[in-house]
């Protein structure tokens, strides 16, 4: 048994003695004082190792690309804040090499409205992690100079090519499609593909009213006018308005003027409207079967209303029998049909890229404007103006030039597809 005296006397003094000694205090507050410093240090370490993520985190964005479509040709590059790229030049295949530090794309290439002949196509990629790369297909040799005195979040290009090898020449077709085509011609590659944009709606006929209060009939009128700008503007197209004011067009008349205009294809722009204001989505219409089987029999009954049929001179036939302009008008229902499903696929994929779609396909319905045997025919609705979001978006400027360059970029694909002419 321990004698507590002992403990007493002995043992509470010694730990007395340790709890106070100022030499074991200094010790303890070194360990520690020693221990927070590595921890410390460590931090530091860290967030240096940390630095070049949060960079990437908070990079700086391209917003906008502009081509312009005069010779020479200027490309303009806007930023969210300043960078500095660096450019340069690749060939087999020639392109231009923008590489961005630290930057994102902000915006959808797909969407760019590329009219200049110099460009063939741009498209992204990156390098290495963090920046950015804009690359531009050019058509042929070229040099370039970079803009000096710019703004700083603003890179500007010019470059010139070889004139005589910018006109591009039409591509070689199998031999199904050259007969499947309906636009064949000797002189193709010196005659543009027209297009007719026909802007629904107008004057006394407003078409949909949207909740603010916002007309069809003007919404559609501004996107075809953009529409056309941007035709005209490009190679081997010619754009054709059935109406360029807010007047009215009786839907006779419009196909009365296509076919005067002698147009290759037929785009009839429009908005949708529901009973409902959630509907939303754009959607392309061609001619269903029913459509094509009534008009036919119309075509029938009134055989001295066109002269012509698909480039044929029905007066100038021999056989003037009603079978005969029954298998021909057939024939040519059939090809214009299945071109204007082309047509309408390619429109389609174009829109999808800048708006939601009703449908994911493209719709058959008897529209009357789209009733011309020969002129492969489409209705583009673009988007529901009941719909109260929907309205804002249709009658916002950019995204009615937005709208405008998808279908140029449909029209196009579609060109370059399947279309002789203008090819």
């Given at each position: 048994?321990?004698n507590?005296?002992?403990?007493?006397?002995?043992?509470?003094?010694?730990?007395?003695?340790?709890?106070?000694?100022?030499?074991?205090?200094?010790?303890l507050?070194?360990?520690?004082?020693?221990?927070?410093?590595?921890?410390?240090?460590?931090?530091?370490?860290?967030?240096?190792?940390?630095?070049?993520?949060?960079?990437?985190?908070?990079?700086?964005?391209?917003?906008?690309?502009?081509?312009?479509?005069?010779?020479?040709?200027?490309?303009?590059?806007?930023?969210?804040?300043?960078?500095?790229?660096?450019?340069?030049?690749?060939?087999?295949?020639?392109?231009?090499?923008?590489?961005?530090?630290?930057?994102?794309?902000?915006?959808?290439?797909?969407?760019?409205?590329?009219?200049?002949?110099a460009?063939?196509?741009?498209?992204?990629?990156?390098?290495?992690?963090?920046?950015?790369?804009?690359?531009?297909?050019?058509t042929?040799?070229?040099?370039?100079?970079?803009?000096?005195?710019?703004?700083?979040?603003?890179?500007?290009?010019?470059?010139?090519?070889?004139?005589?090898?910018?006109?591009?020449?039409?591509?070689?077709?199998?031999?199904?499609?050259?007969?499947?085509?309906?636009?064949?011609?000797?002189?193709?590659?010196?005659?543009?593909?027209?297009?007719?944009?026909?802007?629904?709606?107008?004057?006394?006929?407003?078409?949909?009213?949207?909740?603010?209060?916002?007309?069809?009939?003007?919404?559609?009128?501004?996107?075809?006018?953009?529409?056309?700008?941007?035709?005209?503007?490009?190679?081997h197209?010619?754009?054709?308005?059935?109406?360029?004011?807010?007047?009215?067009?009786t839907?006779?008349?419009?196909?009365?003027?296509?076919?005067?205009?002698?147009?290759?294809?037929?785009?009839?722009?429009?908005?949708?409207?529901?009973?409902?204001?959630?509907?939303?989505?754009?959607?392309?219409?061609?001619?269903?079967?029913?459509?094509?089987?009534?008009?036919?029999?119309?075509?029938?009954?009134?055989?001295?209303?066109?002269?012509?049929?698909?480039?044929?001179?029905?007066?100038?036939?021999?056989?003037?029998?009603?079978?005969?302009?029954?298998?021909?008008?057939d024939?040519?229902q059939?090809?214009?049909?299945?071109?204007?499903?082309?047509?309408?696929?390619?429109?389609?994929?174009?829109?999808?890229?800048?708006?939601?779609?009703?449908?994911?396909?493209?719709?058959?319905?008897?529209?009357?404007?789209?009733?011309?045997?020969?002129?492969?025919?489409?209705?583009?609705?673009?988007?529901?103006?009941?719909n109260?979001?929907?309205?804002?978006?249709?009658?916002?400027?950019?995204?009615?030039?937005?709208?405008?360059?998808?279908?140029?970029?449909g029209i196009?694909?579609?060109?370059k597809?399947?279309?002789?002419?203008?090819?």
């Amino acid at each position: 048994m321990i004698n507590k005296n002992f403990i007493a006397d002995h043992i509470l003094p010694s730990l007395r003695a340790k709890r106070s000694n100022p030499s074991r205090k200094q010790s303890l507050k070194n360990f520690f004082g020693g221990a927070g410093r590595i921890f410390e240090m460590g931090c530091f370490a860290l967030l240096a190792m940390l630095l070049p993520l949060f960079a990437y985190a908070v990079s700086t964005k391209i917003t906008n690309i502009q081509i312009s479509n005069t010779t020479p040709c200027q490309i303009m590059i806007k930023l969210s804040s300043p960078v500095e790229p660096h450019i340069f030049t690749l060939a087999h295949p020639n392109r231009l090499v923008f590489d961005f530090p630290n930057t994102q794309l902000g915006i959808k290439l797909k969407s760019l409205a590329i009219t200049n002949p110099a460009i063939k196509d741009v498209r992204s990629g990156q390098p290495v992690p963090g920046t950015l790369r804009i690359v531009f297909d050019i058509t042929s040799s070229f040099h370039f100079e970079a803009a000096a005195n710019l703004p700083s979040q603003q890179v500007m290009v010019t470059l010139e090519t070889s004139a005589k090898n910018i006109e591009k020449k039409p591509k070689s077709q199998s031999k199904r499609d050259a007969i499947i085509s309906n636009k064949v011609s000797s002189s193709a590659e010196n005659h543009p593909l027209i297009v007719m944009i026909d802007p629904g709606h107008g004057g006394k006929d407003t078409g949909a009213i949207g909740k603010s209060g916002i007309q069809e009939k003007n919404v559609v009128l501004k996107i075809s006018k953009q529409l056309a700008n941007l035709i005209n503007h490009a190679p081997h197209m010619r754009a054709v308005l059935t109406r360029d004011g807010d007047y009215y067009v009786t839907l006779h008349n419009r196909l009365v003027l296509a076919r005067k205009n002698k147009a290759d294809i037929y785009i009839s722009v429009h908005a949708d409207s529901y009973f409902n204001n959630w509907a939303t989505g754009a959607s392309v219409y061609a001619l269903s079967k029913n459509g094509a089987t009534s008009i036919a029999a119309r075509w029938l009954a009134r055989r001295d209303n066109y002269s012509e049929l698909g480039g044929v001179a029905l007066s100038q036939l021999d056989d003037q029998s009603p079978l005969l302009r029954s298998v021909l008008i057939d024939l040519a229902q059939t090809v214009t049909v299945t071109d204007s499903m082309r047509l309408g696929t390619c429109l389609l994929n174009a829109i999808d890229d800048v708006a939601m779609l009703h449908y994911s396909r493209v719709e058959q319905a008897p529209f009357m404007v789209l009733k011309s045997p020969d002129i492969p025919s489409v209705l583009v609705e673009t988007g529901f103006i009941s719909n109260p979001k929907e309205e804002s978006r249709l009658n916002d400027k950019a995204y009615q030039y937005k709208l405008a360059v998808s279908l140029f970029n449909g029209i196009r694909d579609y060109q370059k597809k399947y279309a002789i002419i203008g090819g």
